[in-house]
């Protein structure tokens, strides 16, 4: 129900829903004449926590002392997804292949084509280019 792009798929959802589509709202509606309207966006932290919850938790990038870890947590029917991470002048690119259909766990995490027992790397402001790959 908060996730407002689920209220702008078509333009009579998004009618009904009368607030940004980009915004997380506080609360949506659900009985009388407002009944699926939007309310309170831009005023609560929501949309931090939306964005946590994806970033950390679904697709499971996590950044602690200067250590980046994978660790997903997706739909089983998901095959692949990329990730673009930038720290300082150094770019990470992340791919995570999920060729045995799994929600969670890592069977192998390569970088630049070395396999990683740690399954983690720590971020260098070196200004190179590191190939994370990483299999489900």
Not at 15 to 27: F, L, S, T
Not at 44 to 72: R, V
Not at 86 to 98: L, P, Q
Request: aromatic share 14%; proline share 4%.
């Amino acid at each position: 129900m908060i996730n407002p792009i689920e209220h702008s798929r078509n333009k009579a959802s998004a009618n009904q829903y009368k607030v940004e589509p980009y915004v997380i709202p506080a609360d949506v509606y659900g009985a009388g004449n407002l009944a699926g309207r939007g309310g309170w966006t831009w005023y609560t932290g929501s949309s931090s926590w939306f964005y946590k919850a994806g970033i950390e938790y679904i697709l499971g990038l996590k950044i602690e002392k200067g250590i980046l870890s994978l660790n997903p947590c997706i739909p089983r029917d998901w095959k692949e997804y990329t990730i673009k991470y930038k720290y300082g002048r150094t770019i990470y690119n992340i791919k995570v292949k999920n060729p045995n259909k799994k929600s969670y766990g890592i069977n192998n995490f390569k970088i630049n084509g070395k396999e990683t027992k740690e399954k983690c790397i720590k971020l260098q402001d070196d200004g190179n280019i590191y190939e994370i790959d990483v299999e489900m």
